[in-house]
């Protein structure tokens, strides 16, 4: 079992992966481009690392939780990157949410390399991620789950075994993330809705949440346009990805996707209008004159 684990990448879910690794007893390295966050990581029991490199030369079991394919590439094959200086046999833990292909290729080169990996995106949010109660969507060779078992334990509540192949993974990923981006995208067009008409948004919202309209994530998103307060948990961006990776996988068997479609353009749209960078329901902002009461806003 695996004594020193690795995290790339401390952001809203990597710093919540981390800390759980704390708590349940790994030496846990982490590794990240902003110097500050590596700091109050070591503050609360963790050891910093310059460079995936070094992070990579001191861990059995390494994740990556960076944002895209282009990161992972980075952090594991890139200058100072982590699989050449992993010990043969290791286990990378790739995390991030990538189109199935290059899942599949990663887990070739990783293998190629002597080395072990799941394809292992997630799901939950940072709150989750900080209980260790994240939903983790795995693939790939049962030696490589043998070798990390109490790694995955300790970071999710939920392990889904997918199958034997890289790849399966993060199908099942995008798939989530495409009813995720859907789901956000009408919860936003039913507010703005409800602003236009007139009614009552804490009413409106108190109503949907007990109704059969409601979902997961209109639960989740709508108190953020309730309160005006669009910091990035998750990002308009990350749903202008992952919602790019369900149209790019379905474009390859020509399979029509008119929801996901239409949902892409809207965060398109907020997007290009310059709230890429806010928290995914700012997609609310493309309705023209959708402004809350000032109570709201408080």
């Not at 990448?9 to 007893?25: D, I, N, T, Y």
């Not at 989530?176 to 995208?185: D, Y």
């Not at 669009?230 to 390859?252: C, H, M, Q």
Request: include cysteine; charged fraction near 15%.
């Amino acid at each position: 079992m695996a004594s020193n684990v690795g995290v790339i990448g401390l952001g809203a879910m990597g710093m919540g992966v981390a800390r759980s690794l704390l708590r349940a007893g790994f030496q846990v390295h982490a590794c990240d481009l902003r110097s500050e966050i590596l700091q109050a990581f070591a503050a609360a029991g963790g050891i910093g690392c310059a460079t995936p490199a070094e992070l990579g030369a001191q861990c059995d079991v390494v994740v990556t939780l960076v944002v895209n394919a282009a990161q992972t590439e980075a952090v594991l094959f890139g200058e100072q990157g982590a699989v050449a200086a992993m010990k043969p046999g290791s286990v990378v833990i790739a995390s991030a949410t990538v189109a199935p292909d290059f899942a599949i290729e990663l887990g070739r080169r990783v293998e190629a390399a002597g080395l072990q990996m799941l394809d292992a995106p997630v799901s939950g949010g940072a709150a989750r991620a900080a209980s260790a109660e994240m939903t983790m969507m795995t693939s790939g060779p049962a030696a490589a789950y043998a070798a990390c078992e109490d790694v995955l334990a300790a970071m999710a509540g939920k392990v889904y075994r997918l199958g034997a192949g890289h790849g399966a993974g993060s199908k099942v990923k995008i798939i989530n993330q495409l009813l995720a981006g859907v789901h956000i995208a009408v919860a936003a067009e039913a507010m703005a809705l409800g602003l236009r008409e007139g009614v009552d948004p804490d009413a409106l919202y108190e109503v949907i949440t007990h109704s059969a309209g409601n979902s997961w994530m209109f639960e989740n998103r709508v108190p953020h346009i309730l309160k005006a307060d669009y910091t990035p948990l998750s990002a308009v961006d990350i749903f202008v990805k992952d919602l790019g990776l369900v149209l790019d996988t379905a474009r390859r068997s020509k399979f029509p996707l008119p929801l996901s479609a239409a949902a892409h353009q809207m965060f398109m749209m907020a997007s290009t209008a310059g709230h890429g960078g806010e928290d995914d329901a700012a997609v609310i902002k493309i309705f023209p004159g959708i402004d809350l009461p000032a109570s709201n806003q408080a």
